[in-house]
């Protein structure tokens, strides 16, 4: 990829490595980051996106992958294959410290495999060697010592060290308290790693023994004992066949281990990938990145597109960060982004530009989910006042300088980004030239934002369809930029207006107008005009949208009530229309207990009963088991809307209960003994014999029934 060291420093991209690098546990990881660029490899580019994704998940979730700081063993790992060769102490615990976390990480990744695929296919190509770790073990216990039994030469070195270091104990206190009157009051001390009296310079040949030095002062004579001077010797004998032994058994050690040195290094890549990977996660968990939909096409669609450096700044001061959303595909490669001075042109322009550097770098960004980016082979970059007083170049020439090598270079593949082009010049000349760099990298098919203040360069943009003019929203009251792009229409520079608020005195305003050419002033009226009203049509749209949204849910949520109640209806109908078959079942039945009733004719009575009931088995349609299922459904739903309005429905009953009370008093005292009555749906009369409460002995003549009040009808 095509990327120069001016366009890393114009979008600050250092400073972003600069902020990853504090995250990595290992030096040498800082160094890696710090010197990272965009990828050349789009598939490995991928793979370190994903990775990194991945690992930023497992922070969120809170399981987070159990990696910590590790060791790098390139600085002795060579050597392994020198002859006679042997690691140290502290370089056999950096091989088992890393062999440990890779048992650790490989143990985690393969039990959430699910959760990380990219990682798992990175993590299963290395193998975990228990013998390494098993091997150190039984040679040095946890102290990092190395242990007694490392082997048997060591262990009956030690163990004849030990008698004699006691059998030397004993000499030298026997010592001492012998010589116990020639002794300074501090008795005893350590003279070159030896157990030494501490005799009055006085009576030092008093004492014997040799004689190893005095105190500063003089005063004081250290004498080591004569009794000990032979089982000192034989110690100090022992402790060089100790080190002999020791060095023996670590060139063993280190024989066994030099096999696995291959494994070694791909432990060691594998725990610098993974310190490189977790230091780009926390940096995205700090910027709330993520990773973006990765298209195949050119172009790109940042939503809520934060500066990162920008970001982290306002959130140190808690100052509110505004997001940039913005599209560049082959219908729309190139914006013309116009506006007021300090309005958000520049850092809109490096925020697309720092954004995209990123990604092609492996780095997640702080975009909303949603977002597309593409990738782009180049990117060039002129931002800023890049004078340099050494080659003798003013900013002109020096954008004049990148111009020429943007030409050469620029092709479909490219992404331009350029900070007040055409500036740095003579108005209407550095405007042509400008408007004629603009239609080359036009016609080359690049993609590129641009900021400017020159009116050709928006009047082109809306010439050609592939660009199109953007501007950064001003509040025309408070004259305050709102620092929100938007794309569609031309901004102007609110010179004047900018001016005016600045306390620039008004008759110096108005020269100065005079001074400009009509027609500029009144192009850069309209476009302040049409910026505003576009600005309020938008507003307005938006609540027209929302409006609208709000409308359509409405509707759909009574539309669905209705279908719902339209249903219930035809339900209840359902079960009303079987209720009222029972009803009609019970009516014939009084009427066929009324015929039998005069004439007494049993054959009749079975007669009638059976012809309706064939009459009403004609009349039925066969069901089937599955419509029985569906009717035994809806009434348990009936049931259930039933119980639900329980409250409502006891109230009512209440009140019905309430009027039936009324009615059976009102009943009671219009009825006496006597009077004939007869049942409702019923012809037979007949008088009433005995009334108790509610209920009335009814003499027929032949027989007598006891029917409730609300059954009969007065005759």
Not at 519 to 525: A, C, E, G, P, Y
Not at 624 to 637: D, P, V
């Amino acid at each position: 990829m095509q990327v120069s060291e001016q366009t890393l420093h114009d979008l600050e991209f250092p400073k972003i490595l600069e902020n990853i690098a504090q995250f990595a546990f290992n030096e040498r990881t800082s160094e890696l980051i710090l010197n990272l660029k965009p990828y050349e490899n789009k598939e490995q580019l991928i793979i370190d996106l994903k990775t990194t994704n991945e690992y930023l998940t497992s922070i969120e979730s809170e399981n987070k992958i159990p990696f910590s700081e590790f060791y790098y063993m390139k600085d002795f790992l060579p050597r392994l294959e020198i002859e006679n060769y042997y690691l140290s102490v502290e370089e056999f615990f950096k091989i088992k410290s890393n062999a440990l976390q890779i048992k650790e990480i490989t143990k985690f990744i393969l039990q959430f495999e699910e959760y990380f695929p990219k990682l798992q296919k990175i993590v299963s190509e290395v193998i975990f060697e228990k013998t390494i770790v098993t091997e150190i073990d039984s040679v040095f216990n946890k102290h990092g010592e190395i242990k007694d039994d490392a082997s048997p030469e060591l262990h009956s070195i030690r163990k004849k060290s030990k008698l004699l270091g006691g059998k030397i104990t004993e000499l030298f206190n026997k010592s001492m308290t012998a010589n116990l009157a020639f002794l300074d009051d501090i008795r005893e001390s350590v003279f070159d790693d030896r157990r030494v009296l501490a005799v009055n310079s006085a009576m030092r040949k008093r004492v014997k023994g040799r004689f190893l030095g005095t105190s500063k002062t003089g005063s004081i004579s250290f004498i080591e004992p004569e009794s000990v001077q032979k089982p000192q010797r034989e110690l100090d004998e022992l402790k060089e066949e100790e080190k002999k032994e020791i060095i023996k058994i670590l060139k063993d050690l280190t024989i066994k281990i030099a096999v696995y040195k291959p494994l070694l290094e791909e432990y060691e890549e594998l725990l610098e990938y993974m310190d490189f990977t977790q230091a780009k996660a926390e940096f995205s968990l700090l910027t709330k990145a993520c990773l973006p939909e990765i298209t195949s096409e050119k172009g790109l669609e940042l939503i809520n597109a934060y500066h990162p450096l920008l970001y982290l700044s306002h959130q140190q001061k808690k100052i509110k960060t505004f997001p940039q959303t913005l599209k560049l595909d082959k219908n729309q490669r190139i914006i013309i982004i116009s506006g007021p001075n300090a309005g958000g042109k520049s850092i809109t322009l490096k925020t697309i530009g720092l954004n995209q550097l990123m990604i092609q770098s492996g780095i997640l960004i702080p975009v909303h989910e949603k977002s597309k980016i593409g990738f782009f082979d180049k990117i060039f970059t002129d931002i800023g006042d890049n004078q340099s007083i050494e080659n003798q170049l003013s900013t002109y020439s020096y954008r004049l300088k990148q111009m020429s090598y943007f030409i050469r270079n620029v092709d479909e593949n490219s992404l331009l980004l350029v900070d007040e082009f055409g500036t740095g010049s003579d108005p209407e000349l550095g405007g042509a030239l400008a408007e004629v760099f603009f239609e080359e990298f036009y016609e080359r098919n690049a993609y590129g934002i641009f900021t400017t203040h020159y009116t050709n360069i928006k009047l082109v943009a809306e010439e050609l369809p592939e660009a199109i003019n953007a501007c950064m929203l001003f509040d025309e009251k408070t004259l305050t930029p709102l620092y929100q792009l938007e794309v569609g229409q031309s901004g102007s520079s609110f010179t004047f207006e900018v001016a005016e608020k600045n306390k620039i005195p008004f008759r110096l305003i108005n020269r100065a107008k005079k001074k400009v050419e009509q027609d500029k002033v009144r192009l850069d009226k309209t476009i302040l005009k049409l910026q505003q009203e576009k600005f309020h049509i938008q507003k307005t749209k938006n609540e027209v949208d929302e409006l609208k949204i709000s409308s359509e849910e409405q509707t759909k949520e009574l539309e669905f009530t209705q279908e719902k109640i339209q249903q219930k209806l035809v339900d209840f109908q359902q079960v009303y229309d079987n209720e009222l078959k029972t009803l009609q079942v019970g009516r014939k039945m009084n009427e066929l207990a009324d015929s039998y009733l005069k004439s007494k004719n049993k054959k009749v009575l079975v007669s009638q009963f059976l012809k309706w009931v064939e009459m009403e088995n004609s009349k039925k349609t066969p069901i089937n088991s599955i419509e029985k299922k569906k009717e035994k459904i809806i009434q348990k739903e009936i049931q259930k809307e039933l119980k639900h309005n329980t409250e409502s429905i006891k109230e009512k009953q209440l009140q019905i209960e309430e009027n039936k009370e009324k009615e059976i008093k009102q009943s009671i005292e219009n009825l006496k003994i006597g009077d004939r009555v007869k049942l409702k749906d019923s012809q037979s009369v007949g008088t009433i014999e005995e009334i108790k409460g509610k209920r009335l002995t009814i003499n027929y003549g032949h027989f007598t029934a006891k029917v409730s009040i609300f059954e009969i009808n007065k005759v």
